[in-house]
Every structure is written in C-alpha cells, then in structure tokens.
C-alpha cells in the first residue's frame, strides 16, 4: 500500500483525530481540574504541544518502527479505538438512543469503517473533506450563545494551587489524543511537501482557537456549579439557543459530531492497517475484518461492564507513554545509532 | 441471506425502531403549572387536543411526590402520551416555590428531549385558574403566556430569561433569581402582572417588586425592551419618557475599604408625552433632565432598600464582586455582605428626541 | 451478358436473395457492367445521374475516371463487395476488367436537426444530434473548425458492422485518458451493440453504482465544449445519443444555459440546482426522522401544524411516503409512455385529483404531500436526466434509514454515500473532483458560474493537464 499526502491532507488528517475523539468532551473535566483558570492552563498545554510538534518534525526520521513498536501501537491505537466507539455509544445513548441496544450502533459504526477500509486509501484519506463544510456551521451554532455569556466568570484570574495546575494540565492533554499521529504519517508526506515551525504554529494556533472558544464559552456560559453537574457543555450550551426555523440544536449537533466520530474511527482503523502494511490480498482482508470484529465485541464489553473510568484513565496515561515517552526513546535510541552507524 | 435480510427489513417496517417516538402518538404538552409542596405535588398540564382541524386544549391533573411522578400520573389519563418536550411556559404558585426550587427543575434538565428555552412564572394561588383563562382565551395557554411574559420583556418590565439561564442564575451565588409575578384581576378574571418576584438563593423570599420598581431594576441590570416608558408628574403635568439606552458604570474602588457601591447610569431617553410643549428651551430641558434624574434615583434607591432586606441581589452586584474583590466575597455569604452595601445610585437622563414636537 | 448471367445468381446467393437488392446489368461504353445495391439504402436517381456522369469521363479515355468525392474504383473482390452494398453504397461491377467501382450516394431518410426533447434551454443553440452518424459529427466539426479534433472509427461487433467513432481534440485530451478507452474500446466483445446505454455499460468503471460515470448528450454544443475541456466524446451511427467522458460528479449540474445567460442569474441557478441534489435526497428522510423520532426540533407553531396533519394518519411515515413517491413514479412513466397530449391530461389528474383525494381521504398527510412534491421538483431540476433517476433512487434507502434510525440513519447513509462517491472513477479520473481531491480555484468555478473575462478556465469541471500525482490524489 504505497500512497502519499499533501501537507494539507495530513494537517486535516491530524486535526480530525485530534478533536474528533473528545472534542465535546474535554471542557467539563479540565474545568473541573482548573476552575475559571482552565483556559490559562489550556494554553499553556497548547505550548507544550506545540513543541512537541516541533521536535518530532526535527526527528521523525528517527522513528522507525521495528515490528515490536508496530504491536505496540497497533495495541494502543485499537485501545484507543475501542474506548471511543464506546464512548460514542455512550453519548448517544444519552442524547438520542435512549432504547436503542449498544449493539446497533457499535454494529453500525463498525459497518461504516469496515466499508471505507475495504476501500482504497485515498478515499479513506479523503474522507476528511466531508467535515469541512459543517466546521463552521457548528462554531456558527456556538456564538449564537455570546449574548448569554458572563465575562465575569474568567475572574478572578491566576490564583489557583500548584496541584490545580498539575490535575488541569494532566487533563488538557487528553484533548490531544492522536499526536503521536503526527511520527506515523509524516512519512507519507509528498517529498515536495515542507513543513516549517510556521506550518506548526498555523495549525496550534487553529487547533488551539477551536478547543480554547469551546473552553472559554464553557466558562462563562456556565456558573461553576453548574459546570460540574453538566458532562457534555458545548451540546448543553447549544440545546439552549432557540433558532427561529429550528429547537434543538444540540440534535444537529451531535449528529455533526457522529459524523465526525465516525471519520476518526475509520482514521484510526486506517492507520492500523497501515501500520501492519495490510495489502488487498484475501489475507489482508481477512485481518482487516478481524479488527473491526474486535472493534464490535470489545467496546460492548466495556459498556456491559462499565469500564469507562478505567478506560479514560489508561487513555490519559497511555497518552504519555506512547505521544512523548516511547516517540522520544525510540528517536533517541535512533540517532545514537546513526551517530554510531556513521562512526563505523 | 437475502431472505433473511428481508424478513429484518419487514420487522423493521413494521413495528419500528427502539427510539421510535411517533409525533402522531404524543400528547404535547403546551403547558404545565406546578402547585402544591415538594412529596406533596400537583401539576395540571395544559393538552392541545386535536379534533378534525380544530384545536382545543385540556387540563390533565397529575398528583405525586416528585415532579417527574407528578407526570406519570397524568400520563395515566392522557389519552396519548403525554410529552413535555415543546413545553412553551412554566408556571409555579408561590407557595410552591417557598422551597428550594431547583428540586422542581431537575427533570427538565435531565431529559434530553426536553426544551431550554421554556419561559418560567410565578402565581399567586394555585396555578389552575390561570391555565384555565389562558385555555379560553387563545385555546392553548402555552402560547397565550409565552406572549405574555415575551411582552413583559419588551415593556422592560422582565428580561427574557429562559430555563437555561434560570439554571445558570440557581447555581450561582453572586446573583439572584427573578421571576415574573402574576395574579387573577378578580373584576376582569384576566391575569395581570403584580410584579416580580425576589429570590434568595433558592428559595422565594415572599416579597416582591411592583411594576414600576421591576422596570427600574431592568434599567440597573442593562437589560432593558424595546419600550422602556416611564411616567413622572413634572409641575403638575405628566411627562412621560422612554430609555432608548443605558451607558452604566459601576464604581467599587471604594468596596475594600468602606463597603461602597457607586453605580452611575446615563440614560438616553426619549419625550413621549408631555402637553407643556416648551423643550425648545435649553434651560427648561436641563431643567427637566435633572428633575427626573433626581426622581429615578430616589426609586431606585427605596426599590434597593427592599432587595437589601430581602437579601436578594438580582442586580448581579455580587458576580462583579466576586471577579474583582475576592477579599471582599471570602467574608461570609454574599447575601449577607450585600444586605450591609452602601449601594449609591446615580442618574444622568439626556434628553435626545422630543418627537415630532417640542 | 455472359458475365451477367454467370455472376448474378453469384451474388444473389451472397445476399441470400434479398427482395431489396438490385443487381442489373448496365450500358457501358467498354465491356460489360453490373450495378448492384440495396434499393432501400441508395439515393436512385442520384446514383443514376452519376453513372452517366462517369460513364462519359470512361469514355472520353481520363485516366481517373472513377475518382469523385463519393465514388472511386478498386479491385473487385467478394468480401468486399459484400461489404460495400450491406453498408448502402452502390457498386458496380466489370467483369472483364475485374474493378469495382462504389458509389456512396445514400437515401436521405434522416431526420432533420431539431432540439432534443431530453434537454431543453431557453437561450442558445437548438441544433440537436440526430440518426446520423456523419451529420452528427458535422455538427461538432462546424463549431469546432480545428485539425486538432480528431475522429476515429473502430469496429466492434462483427454481426452488426456497426462503427463506434470517438472523438477527442488532440491538444487538450489526456493520453492516459484515451489510452485507457481505446483498450476498454478493444476489450468489448458483444454480438451487436444496440444503444449507449449498452456501450456506457462496457466503459464504465463501476457498473453497479447508481451514478451515472459516462455523460450521454444530444446537444452538439454540450460536445463542443466538452471536447475542448478535454473529454472524449463517443458516438454510434443511427443513435442521436452520445457518450462524454470522463466527467466528474459537478459537470452533471451545468447546463448551456447557464453560460449563455448573466453571470449573476447563471450563478444563481447553478446553486440552486445544488441545493436541488440536497432536497431531493434528504428531504423525505429528513422530514421522517422528524415525525417518527426527533420532533422536539420542529418550533412550537410549527408543531402545531405538523401534528394537526398527521394525527390521523394510519400508517407510519415511511409507508406514507413511499405511497406519494410510488404514485409520483406511475405518474412520471405513464406520461412518458403516452402521447403528449395525453400525458398532459395524466399529470393533471394524478398530481391533482389524486394527491387531492389522498389527503382527504387520510391516508396521507398534507405536509407529506408538501414534502414529496418538492422534492419530485427538486429532482427534477437537475439537467441530465441519468442524473436525476439517479437523485430519485437515492432517496429510498435514505428514507429507510431515516424511519429506522432517524438523524443518525441519514448521517451514515451520508457518510456511505460520500465515501462511494470518493471511490468512484471516470475512466480512471476521480470522479468527484474539485471536492476530493480538493482544488479551491477549480472549486469555485464549479459552483459558481464566474465571468469569461477573467482569466481562468472557466466551466472546466475537469482539467487534465494536471497529472494526477500533482492534483494531491495518491500514487498507486
């Protein structure tokens, strides 16, 4: 399977995986974490991000994946995959699905991804461009709700602990699951393609406005109190707007949100497949089958057996070893070699 | 396979999905009055019932502890089932809401069919009645206090607030609730608007503003219609203005220290009616700009004097307070601090247009 | 008449005693000759004429005597004999020399060019294609006046002779392109080809998708431009239709009309047609998965009117739906089948009086009606006609999804829709092009129809100049 993407395919890419597995998610535990400083925080988390960005651009021809690395990642990003179409599950059947058995939607969702897989890969790549066009719809939804907004509740500023910082700063992270994303296709890029520390920041800075407008309208649409009894804010703040044609928005909403979810679910599969360089042989087939089986069981397991604060424990962790411990060992590990291959 | 595939396909087709909600199978509740105390609840649910073409609503009684139960059993005699999702007003008696409201909230908030943009009222007395004359006037008492209470904000009397934002009011302690006050005009038997109602905290305080001081405090809160009129008697005549916009500026440099409040508002106002005729003279609108300044400050200022005693600050002092003044708000409650503020109110009124006469 | 007795049973067995061929021994100045023809297909009296004309050329002793821009002389051989007079031409024979000399000088049973019912426009050109292969491509080559417009011929079945002529202008078409027909071209192996719709089959790249990939036409203006955005254009004799390729998804919206009116009104009618492919697909859908699941979004006075309507309703709103969208269907094809002015008369009393006794009879809902009438409309606005029985098809799974389902249902069918349309190929060109892979610049010429007088290449959907490896796809 030897394809290539342009710069802005990767960036879409990136930015799907990014927020499409806790964009409307993230807001209600790093406030919690953080009170009204949440947004500082997120910044300053949004920093770090970016240059941990930056160092795997400088390196990522350090990290090659020998086939240990390969399970680890196949593992990891099925763990992932697995607690997110759960947690899909889970949304829905709160907003929408109150009857619906998990098994319906987790079949259906697994349907889609096992259609696009068995597709060619430049559709999957490409699906991203759907989403395009209902981006701004969503934030067009979201600032209807400015006039209902406190701007009193960002004060008082800068005074929270040093353990507020830490819990905050720890949460704000799992709004970047999928960065390791970043070492697996950079590969793939068109060697015409460059990528400079401008390119970087353009896309933190768009990345970071979006998460930052939902954490900000979080803050002052709600009373802190109230924060901790909502768990999905942005859905909550958008059901409460009245548009003349339409009620509920929150229904659109989370429909866009499905789609998008969906797309990072086909994404995510996808990169397991060509992590493993699954070809369309009867073989490969057969293994890409086999994933979206274990895709099928596994999340109903966790929602049988309530795995779910487990599960996002794992994933927040998880995101250290395998976003910036296991990258930078193995770039590490690289370079002294080459350095050492260069010597001999 | 096929075979099979068809024969899912027809149960499909014909006894739906597990979600299905089929519109013709609902009853939708247009409105709903809750009466009565918490364990102890009675609700009358206001049901456009379709005949042929026509509409025409009941009035369906549930009783219960809670009021989610309240609604079961109403549900058990609806004809359809009953459906409080496109609920378009809430009305409360204010017996009812001398405990913590937020009990009778918590299920239009959980369920997420339900709509946040349902517009909430207080009653004097049970809340049937009202149902009943709002049913006979427009046949559906949801839109017939929806326009109503939508009116009061337009007349500067109510801000339009929402569920959504009544939560957010709730659960926050620098700023308490209000709500729309309404009670039978026994020689008419049409609803009238007494005032609005105070809240401290949660709970209804039992005093209320009236009119007049209810319009006053949507100027203080900046929140104000599009008919803002107020009436002064100016040398023996009425002179009637209406605020076109508010420029307030609150000053609380002094709050550290001495616990003043100075909040300043100009108001840009609007002649409507005032049978003198003589604002062509500089003087005489001066004149009249301070009068009236002087006479809404003197409102205002008696209106705060009962928000102070009843603890309640609707005004959103405490928000400002707690953003800005932390030394201040880590006293002790905010109802407290409040009710001890030198609150100082001043107006500056322009006069901008006279119409099309002097 | 020695010859003529000897060769005429000869021939007569070739053509296995045809009723309408002629074989007549004919004067000749030199020797003996024999005219030979199917009466139907020749033009007699101008064949007559020119047998005159030719026979005193013979005899005046010129060197090429036979040589006229629709005669000229060969050896005679069987096969080929067989050949000329099955394709309509007449042949005459001289036995003593062993020549052959053909004479193209067919009937004139063609049609005249007129408009084609299929695509009408309101401004511009009127001509449409006709039976006629060579006044087909007389009416590209008279827009088309370049030597860069190549027309080339290939024989397919053996049984019915029928040539396939494709066209393309050598400047603009890209070689992969062509290449890639050309071998699809050689690899069919039919007993005869009867329509486009067979030869679409054996060209294109998904037969199974419910999107057409192949454009058909019968507008030479359609061609023109089409063959000078680089497409391929494939005809076969005695079929007015004609096949484009490869197209993308967006050029099924553009209609001539577009560019022959204002750039404003162009621009507006092009979106419209857009949001036409919406409402035709999703409409009903959307409208079932409010009533039957989610009709909190409906406002309050809406509500109101929405339940007024389907409160009596027996049946669910998938089966009300298909009820009107099934009658719209009888509709649509009784009116094509019958004359036109019958099928008049069946519009009119099947979209009034039954969708009026439908609704008052309570079997349907009136807003139903509302909403399958529009979206009939809406179907109907796009200008190809393969495109829109495609929109109409469409709309039934995305109605089963939404009655199962509801939003979620046409949120997936959507993603599955979107990612058979990324999938699809045009002769191997991505068939949804501006959107996947994404070209801002050609975007906006798509949607929009901008002015000629700025400089861009303007209605091109498609822009083959670009390799593929450029245009941000994948390398296979």
Same mark, same amino acid.
């Given at each position: ?34 009170? +009204? ?62 009857? *619906? ?32 066009? $209902? ?40 709004? =970047?699951? #999928?960065?390791?994303?970043? $070492? ?38 709600? !009373? ?36 998008? !979810? ?17 070809? /369309? ?8 089958? #086999? ?51 260069? /010597?001999? | ?13 014909? !006894? ?20 009565? +105390? ?28 809670? *009021? @989610? ?18 609920? !378009? ?13 937020? +009990? ?13 943009? *349902?517009?909430?009222?207080? *009653? ?77 905290? @949660? ?22 219609? @599009? ?121 500056? &009124? ?9 | 008449?020695?010859?003529?007795? /000897? ?37 007699? %009296? ?137 071998? %699809? ?50 005809? $076969? ?9 490869? &197209? ?14 204002? &750039? ?8 419209? %047609? ?174 929009? %129809? ?23 796809? =994948?390398?296979?």
């Amino acid at each position: 399977m030897k394809f290539s993407l342009t710069k802005n395919q990767f960036f879409v890419f990136l930015f799907i995986v990014q927020t499409g597995s806790i964009s409307i998610a993230f807001q209600s535990p790093i406030i919690k974490a953080a009170q +009204q400083d949440a947004w500082i925080v997120f910044i300053v988390a949004l920093v770090i991000q970016f240059f941990i960005l930056v160092l795997f651009e400088k390196y990522y021809k350090h990290f090659v994946m020998n086939r240990l690395l390969r399970w680890i990642y196949s593992i990891y990003i099925m763990l992932i995959l697995v607690l997110f179409v759960a947690n899909i599950q889970k949304s829905l059947a709160v907003w929408v699905f109150q009857n *619906t058995p998990p098994y319906v939607i987790v079949a259906i969702i697994v349907a889609t991804s096992l259609y696009a897989n068995m597709s060619r890969p430049e559709s999957v790549v490409n699906l991203g461009v759907l989403l395009v066009p $209902l981006f701004p719809l969503i934030f067009f939804f979201l600032f209807l709700a400015t006039p209902d907004l406190i701007w009193t509740n960002l004060f008082p500023m800068g005074n929270i602990s040093g353990k507020e910082w830490v819990n905050g700063l720890k949460e704000a992270n799992l709004a =970047f699951v #999928g960065t390791e994303m970043y $070492l697996i296709y950079r590969g793939y890029l068109l060697n015409t393609e460059k990528i400079f520390m401008k390119t970087i920041g353009k896309y933190i800075l768009f990345i970071g406005s979006c998460y930052l407008i939902t954490i900000l309208f979080t803050i002052m649409f709600f !009373s802190l109190a109230e924060i901790a009894i909502v768990p999905e804010p942005i859905v909550y703040i958008l059901k409460s707007q009245e548009v003349q044609f339409i009620e509920r928005i929150d229904l659109f909403f989370i429909i866009i949100w499905m789609m998008w !979810s969906v797309i990072t679910v086909i994404y995510l599969v996808f990169t397991v497949v060509l992590i493993f360089n699954m070809k /369309k042989t009867k073989k490969g087939i057969r293994s890409v089958i #086999g994933i979206h089986l274990l895709l099928f069981i596994i999340p109903l397991i966790i929602i049988w057996k309530d795995f779910f604060k487990v599960g996002n424990e794992i994933l927040m962790y998880g995101y250290f070893v395998f976003a910036l411990i296991i990258p930078f060992l193995v770039i590490l590990v690289n370079t002294w070699r080459s350095k050492n291959d260069q /010597k001999t | 396979m096929i075979k099979k595939l068809s024969c899912f396909l027809c149960v499909l087709l014909l !006894s739906g999905c597990w979600d299905e909600r089929q519109y013709k199978d609902f009853a939708l509740a247009s409105m709903v009055g809750h009466d009565g +105390q918490a364990n102890d609840l009675i609700s009358y649910f206001s049901i456009p019932i379709i005949i042929g073409e026509e509409v025409s609503s009941i009035i369906v009684k549930g009783e219960g502890r809670s *009021t @989610r139960e309240v609604r079961i059993h109403a549900n058990s005699n609806t004809p359809q089932n009953l459906d409080v999702s496109k609920l !378009s007003v809430l009305l409360y008696s204010d017996e009812t809401l001398k405990t913590d409201f937020y +009990q009778f909230l918590d299920v239009y908030f959980r369920t997420a069919h339900n709509r946040l943009s *349902t517009l909430v009222g207080m *009653t004097e007395g049970s809340t049937k009645p009202y149902i009943e004359i709002g049913n006979s006037e427009n046949k559906d008492a949801g839109t017939y206090y929806d326009d109503f209470i939508k009116g009061l904000a337009n007349s500067s009397i109510y801000p339009e607030t929402d569920l959504q934002t009544i939560c957010t009011i709730l659960f926050d302690d620098g700023m308490d609730l209000t709500l729309p006050y309404f009670h039978i005009n026994e020689e008419e038997n049409t609803p009238k608007t007494l005032g609005v109602a105070l809240f401290t905290g @949660r709970i209804y305080s039992g005093t209320y503003l009236n009119v007049n001081q209810a319009r006053l405090l949507t100027i203080l809160k900046d929140e104000i219609g @599009r008919y803002t009129d107020i009436t002064y008697t100016y040398e023996g005549i009425p002179v009637s203005i209406e605020v076109k916009r508010v420029n307030r500026k609150w000053d609380f440099k002094q709050l550290d220290r001495s616990g003043k409040v100075t909040m300043s508002y100009d108001l840009i106002v609007d002649v409507q009616e005032f049978s003198a005729d003589r604002l062509e003279d500089e003087k005489e609108r001066k004149e009249l700009e301070k009068y009236l300044s002087k006479r809404l400050q003197e409102d205002t200022i008696e209106m705060i004097e009962v928000l102070q005693q009843t603890k309640s600050d609707p005004i959103g002092i405490g928000r400002r307070v707690r953003a800005f003044h932390p030394k201040v708000w880590e006293k002790g409650k905010w109802a407290d601090i409040f009710s001890e503020l030198t609150i100082d109110v001043k107006y500056d &009124v322009q006069i901008k247009r006279t119409g099309i006469l002097f | 008449m020695e010859a003529y007795n /000897k060769l005429a049973p000869y021939i007569k067995t070739l053509f296995h005693d045809s009723a309408d061929l002629i074989v007549r021994p004919l004067d000749w100045p030199e020797g003996e000759a024999i005219l030979c023809q199917y009466s139907v297909l020749a033009n007699q %009296r101008a064949v007559n004429e020119h047998i005159d004309t030719l026979s005193i050329k013979f005899q005046e002793g010129r060197t090429n005597w036979g040589e006229t821009s629709c005669s000229t002389v060969e050896a005679f051989y069987p096969a080929k004999l067989v050949e000329y007079v099955s394709k309509g031409e007449s042949v005459v024979l001289f036995g003593e020399t062993n020549l052959l000399l053909r004479i193209n000088l067919p009937s004139n049973t063609n049609r005249s060019v007129m408009e084609p019912d299929s695509e009408h426009i309101i401004q511009g050109a009127h001509d449409g294609f006709g039976e006629n292969m060579d006044i087909n491509i007389a009416l590209v080559r008279k827009r088309i006046s370049i030597p860069d417009l190549v027309v080339k011929k290939m024989i397919i079945s053996q049984s019915s002779n029928s040539p396939i002529t494709y066209m393309y202008i050598e400047s603009k078409v890209s070689k992969v392109t062509l290449d890639e027909i050309e071998y %699809r071209l050689r690899k069919i192996e039919t007993e005869y080809l009867v329509g486009t719709g067979q030869l679409a089959d054996y060209l294109e790249d998904t037969v199974w998708s419910p999107f057409p990939q192949l454009m058909t036409t019968e507008r030479p203006d359609k061609v023109a431009t089409n063959l000078l955005e680089g497409r391929v254009v494939l005809m $076969l004799d005695n079929t007015p239709t004609v096949l484009l390729g490869p &197209v993308t998804f967006a050029s099924y919206f553009q209609s001539p009309d577009d560019f022959n009116g204002r &750039v404003l009104v162009g621009t507006f009618y092009r979106t419209l %047609r857009f949001i036409s492919f919406m409402t035709a697909i999703f409409l009903p859908a959307f409208y079932i998965a409010i009533v039957s699941f989610h009709f909190e979004v409906l406002p309050y006075e809406l509500s109101k009117t929405v339940k007024i309507a389907v409160n009596d309703i027996p049946y669910r709103p998938l089966i009300e739906a298909m009820i009107l969208e099934i009658t719209i269907e009888l509709i649509r094809e009784a009116s094509i089948r019958l004359p036109s002015p019958i099928g008049q008369t069946i519009g009119i009393v099947g979209g009034l009086v039954i969708g009026d006794a439908i609704v008052s009879a309570g079997l349907v809902s009136n807003v139903m009606v509302i909403v399958v009438a529009l979206t009939a409309i809406s179907s109907f606005v796009v200008p190809s006609i393969e495109m829109n029985t495609t929109i109409r098809l469409l709309r039934y799974p995305f109605m089963l999804a939404a009655s199962v389902l509801g939003f979620f249902g046409i949120v997936i069918g959507t993603i599955i829709l979107f990612i058979h349309l990324i999938n699809l190929r045009s002769f191997k060109q991505p068939y949804f092009y501006p959107i996947v892979p994404f070209r801002p610049k050609v975007f906006k010429d798509v949607f929009l %129809r901008l002015p000629f007088t700025k400089p861009h290449n303007q209605a091109t959907s498609f822009s083959p100049k670009e390799p593929e490896e450029e245009s941000g796809d =994948f390398q296979k």
